[in-house]
């Protein structure tokens, strides 16, 4: 098998199964489960495969049609691989969470549709077909936000779209500049017509506002924690491990591997990213509805992989990208546990929960073992990231902004410790409470052992990101 | 044989009101063979029509037709707009007399709108828009209803006060120019083009289209008009018929008569942008569904506009594009409408909530019409705007660029409003009865929504290939 018919099997698996997702949905729930959950798979899998391809150097690049062409290179695949697991694993754990809610098709129809729409974006070497990718991930996240249909829940929706669409706008602003500077929307052109000058700060600011607002941060973040209201599956793959990357590989795409940005920027964004981080942190100490905890989390999380990215040396780039991985893992567990708490006691509130870890010890036992991973405590995978994105700030010399960063850090340890010990420890409130499926315990502690593998086992992907950083910054192995 | 579009209708007119048993009946399907062929004549593109270069009814009234690639797409927004009128209007119009007499009107218009895509003489010009304005008002009121006749009247008379400095235009022109054709006046207006009373002269027409077209700050008209009207007729008005007589109009005499001088360019963005913000802000605080499509109608105009404005090849592209887009997008809103009245009643979005649920196929194509509005990719409305935004960019308007882009925030609000109180929701208590539309309408609304969708994923493919559009930017 070629790894140009690969390539294109990952982006168009997904797009094609979602048309007929509604169809068989009206004659089998199961088929149209199993339907869904191989869209997720085989992504996976032209991934996978992909990745040993590009291991060795090949770099596929079919020209779609009209000469808007995808691309695969180290970083691509390293996110589309992330991406794809971590979307097999929530499709797998929405069998039994989302079974009985209505409009179920429509459900599963966006998410398929997300997850082709992200590896579309991923792949893509051309910025109007990124855009496209982009504003699909933003129709489905606007759908799956509003999934249960109360009004405020609508209207947070339509904060969410409205947030990122603006910011989109003024994205496709900043491409159109790039445009008109070097007269091709395509990044390898891009590329070699910016190779010596840094490109226009008025451009740099109007993609940061982009890229800003789909990771949410500040001063853009607001949309996040109100998403929280979606069903947890999608929380978690929109909101926690896939859609907030999408900016971080934007900022990763195009100013690290396609162009340069003047020097002050290297200072500027990780000043945003650290007030984004320690806000957030602070929001998460006093905030009481589980969900919009964890999200709180989310951003002060993204904080540091903009800040890891940002510095821009090899060490923190790979700490950044690293950060993606573990993050998402531990970050989808996280939103999983909280999924199968809220369905199972039908309360959000922390204050009211208590004493779950004797009525569900294996949900307890993977939040436990994911917040470790967020956390940074070792040999969790989080770790290691962590550790990187801060020895390579040092090593650049930025003291001041990485021991700001070790509060957040620190804080991230606090709050986290809060929520377990509210939630698990302590006296039982509810003592009814069972633990839920199989299949949805299975996912999440996958998620929470895989937090440790990962981080026991980081060798593998360490090794993987780290030639993913020298194709991307031209280095030679 | 150009003038096949003019006379068809015509003698389609006659036909159906010879006093011979069973003419009437045939009155809808011989109107929308019509239209189709219409449809047909332009995405086949048949050489051995286009290249008939005789035309003896042309020659008869010695009257000139060009045919160019804007004309191409003008046809085509006809054909498509006029056929999903009469649809709805065989759907929802109760009466089976009004709805002969809306299938004559419509034959009218059509008549009226066919040559103004045809003609190349200011004094035709001015008594085919006269022709489609006529019978626009007629249609508007033809339920006779209170609201409907006052809509009506408002638009007769502010059209007239239209008409009137169109008309002396004419005159003024003609006296500097001794004719009315465009060639001969184009190069009398590029002889003196520094008397004022030259100036005088294209100031005043330039008015009439700018009324037609309900661009700020003449658009008072134009909400009321397209909330009284019948459905079908909105539909006609916002798809075509203003956007024929008004946008059309002003496209074709200064791209081809006055010519892009700055000043012209400057009040054509400026308005552009003006109506494009106001409309938008105003479609935010509307609670009548049909208002909320005519201010976005407004404002969606100004994009076509501020692109004819920045007169760039790709800008021009990128308007004509938009004309097509929006007639399909606000077309399949208006069929949306259409069946909101009809099932439920009433446009007021307040009484209404959660209608996806019930009818799944309007929910859901109104879902596609509006993100494509609102310039979501990959639907359709995305890439004519990008034509805008980067013909308008890449020319040096930057303020004007983001507007433009940013504005679709705007759009995006009230649409998203509009989904949150009609659609998108919990389902209102007492909506439980209502019941998706008829096979009719769902097919069109169905049929519509993929127009959209394959213009929008096919775009790339279509620039190359579709006629109109390839000979517009290639």
Known sequence: MSTQFLLITAVAAPLIAVLFIPLIGKFSKQARNVLSLIAAVVPFIACAILAFAVLKGDSPEPVLFFGLALKADMLAVFMGLVSSFLSSLIILYSFDYISHYRDQNEYYFMVVLFLGAMMGLVFSSNLILLYVFWEITAITSWRLIGFFRDREYVLKADKAFLVTAFGALAMLIGFIMIYQTTGSFDLAAIKENLKTSPIANLAVLLILAGIFSKSATLPFHTWLPDAGVAPSPVTALLHAAILVKIGVYVFARLFLATFNMEQFWHTVVPVIAFLSAIISAGAAFIETDLKRLIAFSTISQIGFIFFGLAIGNEMAVVGGLLYILMHGIAKAGLFLCAGIIEQNTKIRDITKLGGLIKTMPVTAIAFLLCSFSVMGIPPFGGFFSKYLVFSGAIKSGHLFITAAFLVAAFMTILYLFRVFNMVFLGEARSPQVKEASPTMVFTVASLGVLSLISGILVWYPYKFVQDAVWQMMGMVK | MLSLFILLPFFCLIAVNLPVKGARRLAFWLTASLFVLQILAVLLHPSVFWGMKEDL???????????????????????????????????????????????????????????????????????????????????????????????????????????????????????????????????????????????????????????????VPFHGWLPDAYSAAPSAVSVLLAGIITKVSGVYVLMKLVMSVFGFTPVIRDILMFAGALSIVFGALAAIGQKDFKRMLAYSSISQVGYIIIGLGCGTKLAIAGAALHFFNHAVFKSLLFTNAAVMEQKLGTVDMDKMGGLTSRMPFTGMTSLIAFLSTAGIPPLSGFWSKLLIVVALWTSGMHGYAAIALLASVLTLAYFLSMQRRVFFGKLRPGLEAVQEAGTGLVITQVALALVILGVGLGFPFMLKTLAPLKNILW
Do not use: W
Not at chain 2, 98 to 118: E, K, P, Q, V, Y
Not at chain 2, 141 to 167: C, D, H, N, P, W
């Open chain 2, 57 to 215: 009814f042309a020659n008869f009234f010695a009257i000139n037709f060009s045919v160019n690639n804007l004309s191409l797409v003008i046809f085509l927004t006809i054909g498509i707009v006029g056929l999903v009128s009469l649809i709805i209007g065989k759907y929802t119009l109760a009466n089976r007399p009004d709805r002969f007499h809306f299938t004559n009107l419509l034959l009218t218009a059509l008549i009226g709108m066919n040559a103004l895509a045809l003609l190349t003489d200011l004094f035709s010009m001015y008594v085919f828009i006269e022709v489609t304005a006529l019978s626009s008002f007629i249609l508007i009121a033809v339920q006779r209803e209170k609201t409907a006749l006052e809509g009506a009247f408002k638009y007769l008379i502010i059209s007239t006060i239209a008409s009137a400095l169109m008309l002396s235009s004419v005159a003024l022109i003609l006296l500097v120019s001794g004719s009315t054709s465009f060639d001969v006046v184009s190069a009398a207006l590029k002889a003196s083009s520094g008397s004022v009373f030259v100036k005088l002269a294209v100031a005043l027409f330039l008015c009439g289209p700018f009324i037609k077209s309900g661009l």
